[in-house]
């Protein structure tokens, strides 16, 4: 496949079913101002899904909705942290950090991408995410430090999504030919930035990070996604599936 | 609006009146606006709690039936569109709260009302969404009666109140025609299509007719809203223009309003038409509505399973004071 159209699947899928996740909030967060912040974020990463999406509809002849919506599992290439379940508060809010703190460096990297189209992209996103992780650090610093219960539940929290988040981290032949041709920043040039974000804030958050690097593979290069994924896409795709040719 | 059924606490008359309260009403006869410092009469204060309450917990519930549809949005657009709008909605509740507040009382004591059923939100939350032509519906209908009643609220005479309505309306207008866009997308489109959007119309039209509350002559309340300018118009007024505003907009829409009696009168330059199921309405506000149940348990849930998350918030805001004070 077409590097650039591959890379904008990555990030658009990225953006598409966490901000799907995000959305599923909709109406049940613990307090009315998370109700909003909530939403925001969910349409800032739908904004950018639309905007991967439709560069990677660019490159293989299809639209954006085409590609949200009637693609099965095996097609999609998020990574698969972000197709993971809500479970709590705590767990929303501690995989939205691990994802912003790679997002985040990810954009930053691809602000310089030699490919124009890619750039244009990275530097609208990188302005909504660098909020996106200010708040999530804010957060997992308040709900780490806040009480007994809501220490325990960030440690476990953390400690359940910890072999889904270094799948970012691990560069596979896409990431390495993106890197050669200065689409995308080198993997492995991300992993400083990242590491140093997490150790401030969660050691801030007094919480301990696990010691195993072992990470689950499969999403990002779509050969074993999480059996989440395809309950997920049984709601957000039915519409589609079911009226076929439909305009809405 | 979805506020129905405020009771009043005052209903005096003119020689019944402290000076205090017959100048109270003098301002409000010379249309002047009320502000939280000034002296108001308890049953003011206490009528309006009650309605701006109901008004705020309607937008927080309201958030629910449409949510239903946030993660079954058929494209990407609709979706952003759809979170949104719920996005607003949310908006809206805090801007209530905040000016209910400023009448004093907490957003978390009329959160707990809320929770033990004794503030209400309007009927129509208690409704389901059944299919992708409701949430058309769901603006077109609801949010188009809603702002038949609010224009006339930026008028009110409590401030915070009317200041609240005139951001509220902005995007109360912007919401009502996403709501036809769907439904014209929806009453043009395929055989299923057009299906869903008469049988939104269908569930839809009398329940929103009911968002007007009861006929005026029933409403022993109202009298007394209307003399303090916290209720501007009559029931029966408001619910005459919203149906003379939408049957022609149905009939653009080539469906057909769910009523056998609909015609036009020639001499009252408006619509006959039946009246919605009065028992029904009211059983639906005692939380007999089909989704009543639905809607309080997850507002419950919501709360509960959120506790953890504010205790910790407060206490971390604690710590981080005492720290800051120690470092001094």
């Known amino acids: 496949m077409d590097p650039v159209g591959a890379l904008a699947l990555r990030m658009g899928d990225n953006a598409l079913i966490l901000g799907h996740r995000v959305s599923e909030w909709c109406g049940h967060a613990p307090v009315l101002e998370e109700d909003i912040a909530l939403a925001n974020i969910a349409l800032d990463l739908i904004g950018q899904a639309q905007l991967w999406l439709g560069l990677a509809g660019e490159v293989d002849g299809r639209s954006a909705d085409e590609l949200a919506f009637l693609r099965d599992t095996w097609d999609f290439r998020c990574l698969l942290l972000v197709e993971q379940p809500n479970g709590d508060f705590g767990r929303t809010v501690m995989r939205q950090f691990l994802f912003d703190a790679w997002h985040v460096e990810m954009l930053r990297g691809m602000c310089g991408s030699s490919e124009p189209r890619v750039s244009e992209i990275a530097q ?41 988040a270094g799948e970012a981290l691990a560069a596979d032949p896409v990431d390495v030919a993106l890197a050669e041709a200065g689409i995308a920043p080198a993997v492995e040039d991300l992993r400083p930035g990242w590491e140093a974000t997490l150790r401030a804030v969660l050691g801030e958050a007094t919480l301990t990070i696990p010691e195993s690097d072992f990470a689950h593979r499969g999403g990002k290069d779509g050969k074993r996604h999480s059996e989440a994924l395809g309950h997920l896409l049984t709601q957000m795709q039915w519409l589609q599936r079911a009226y076929p040719g439909a305009e809405w | 609006m979805y506020a129905q059924m405020i009771k009043s606490e005052g209903g005096k008359s003119r020689e019944e009146m402290s000076p205090e309260e017959a100048a109270f009403q003098d301002r409000i006869d010379a249309g002047e606006t009320i502000e939280p410092q000034d002296w108001m009469p308890e049953g003011y204060r206490k009528t309006l709690i009650r309605q701006i309450g109901q008004h705020a917990h309607s937008e927080i519930v309201g958030q629910l039936p449409e949510g239903n549809w946030v993660t079954r949005a058929p494209t990407l657009e609709r979706k952003a569109i759809l979170l949104a709008k719920v996005q607003d909605e949310a908006g809206h509740g805090l801007y209530l709260y905040c000016a209910a507040e400023t009448l004093g009382i907490s957003r978390d004591d009329m959160t707990e009302q809320l929770l033990s059923g004794r503030m209400k939100y309007s009927s129509i939350f208690n409704y389901p969404t059944l299919s992708w032509a409701d949430i058309g519906a769901v603006g077109w209908l609801v949010d188009g009666a809603a702002i038949m009643n609010q224009v006339p609220l930026q008028r009110t005479s409590y401030g915070p109140y009317s200041r ?25 489109g395929t055989e299923a299509q057009r299906r869903m959007a008469q049988d939104a119309l269908d569930r839809f039209w009398y329940p929103s007719l009911m968002m007007f509350g009861p006929s005026d002559a029933e409403s022993v309340h109202s009298a007394q809203n209307m003399a303090w300018r916290i209720k501007i118009n009559g029931n029966d007024e408001l619910r005459q223009k919203f149906v003379d505003q939408t049957v022609p907009q149905a009939e653009f829409l080539g469906l057909k309003v769910p009523d056998e009696h609909l015609k036009w009168n020639e001499e009252k330059g408006g619509y006959d038409f039946s009246e919605p199921d009065w028992e029904e309405f009211f059983a639906v506000l005692k939380g007999a509505g089909p989704e009543s149940a639905e809607r309080m348990k997850a507002r419950r849930d919501a709360w509960d399973d959120g506790q953890w998350v504010r205790d910790a918030m407060t206490a971390h805001a604690e710590k981080k004071s005492a720290r800051r004070e120690a470092a001094e």
């Open chain 1, 124 to 164: 609208k996103a990188v302005r909504e995410v660098e909020y996106h992780l200010e708040r999530s650090s804010a957060q997992v610093i308040a709900l780490g430090d806040g009480t007994e219960e809501s220490h325990a539940r960030m440690q476990a929290a953390l400690e359940w999504l910890w072999p889904w």
């Open chain 2, 164 to 188: 609240a309505m005139i951001r509220i309306c902005k995007e109360e207008s912007f919401h009502q025609r996403q709501g036809f866009d769907i439904m014209m997308k929806m009453a043009k």
